[in-house]
């Protein structure tokens, strides 16, 4: 009778196991026993490492300001130079600045330098050596209010007829050349044309001539000559 109940027991308890079994989801029992193992399993990391995969290794040291990580050590950070616009030379005279990388550009020309002084000349007639004094200012060569230019006109008679002629002025070209014309009435109607040239440079004047005629003197002979002159600049006031 005791063997009996001790089966019945028996039957009941797997009967019970079974049961509890059945009604737990599947995999609980696994994880139930694994879990606890599990999570002892995972290790914590000492100071100074973090876990990469299941090994533990060093954690990689923050660099301070100015400095960089090269490898496993910290270096200064190399400085940049800074990009801008690349320096060049300054544009030499009558060019421009170039703008991007084009080349300089030739640059229109400015006023003309005169080539000659202005202020007081004395020139020099070759033929009879007789001095002249004139002034020259700005683009005119012209006589002043006690100036004249001297001429000695030979005539159809033989004789020679004199005359300080005056006011004579000429109109200076860019290049130095010089030229004028006019007519001088000495009075009783008598008309002298006369025409000035020559060339100007700096302190000097070169190849003047100073025409006169033709023209009619008082006794009806016809008159003229051509006297050639130089000139030096004396001083810088006019008369």
């Given at each position: 009778m005791q063997r009996a109940s001790k089966a019945v027991a028996c039957v009941l308890a797997a009967l019970l196991a079974a049961t509890v079994a059945c009604a737990l989801p599947a995999g609980s029992a696994t994880a139930a026993s694994a879990g606890s193992g599990a999570v002892g399993a995972k290790r914590k990391c000492q100071k100074g490492f973090v876990r990469k995969g299941r090994a533990c290794v060093a954690a990689r040291k923050t660099c301070k300001k100015g400095f960089v990580r090269k490898k496993q050590t910290c270096v200064r950070k190399r400085r940049t130079t800074p990009t801008g616009p690349v320096?060049?030379?300054?544009?030499?005279?009558?060019?421009?600045?170039?703008?991007?990388?084009?080349?300089?550009?030739?640059?229109?020309?400015?006023?003309?330098?005169?080539?000659?002084?202005?202020?007081?000349?004395?020139?020099?007639?070759?033929?009879?050596?007789?001095?002249?004094?004139?002034?020259?200012?700005?683009?005119?060569?012209?006589?002043?209010?006690?100036?004249?230019?001297?001429?000695?006109?030979a005539c159809s008679d033989g004789s020679f007829d004199s005359s300080a002629i005056a006011p004579v002025q000429a109109s200076i070209a860019s290049n130095g050349d010089f030229t004028g014309s006019g007519v001088y009435s000495p009075g009783f109607g008598q008309q002298i044309p006369w025409q000035l040239s020559g060339h100007i440079s700096g302190k000097s004047i070169t190849a003047g001539t100073f025409t006169a005629g033709a023209y009619t003197d008082f006794s009806g002979n016809t008159c003229g000559g051509t006297t050639n002159f130089t000139g030096q600049w004396i001083a810088a006031y006019t008369l």
């Open positions: 320096a060049t030379a300054p544009p030499g005279p009558g060019t421009t600045a170039p703008t991007g990388s084009g080349p300089a550009t030739p640059t229109a020309p400015g006023p003309a330098v005169p080539a000659w002084d202005d202020g007081r000349w004395r020139g020099h007639y070759a033929e009879n050596g007789v001095d002249l004094l004139f002034n020259v200012v700005g683009g005119q060569l012209y006589t002043g209010g006690f100036d004249s230019f001297f001429i000695s006109a």
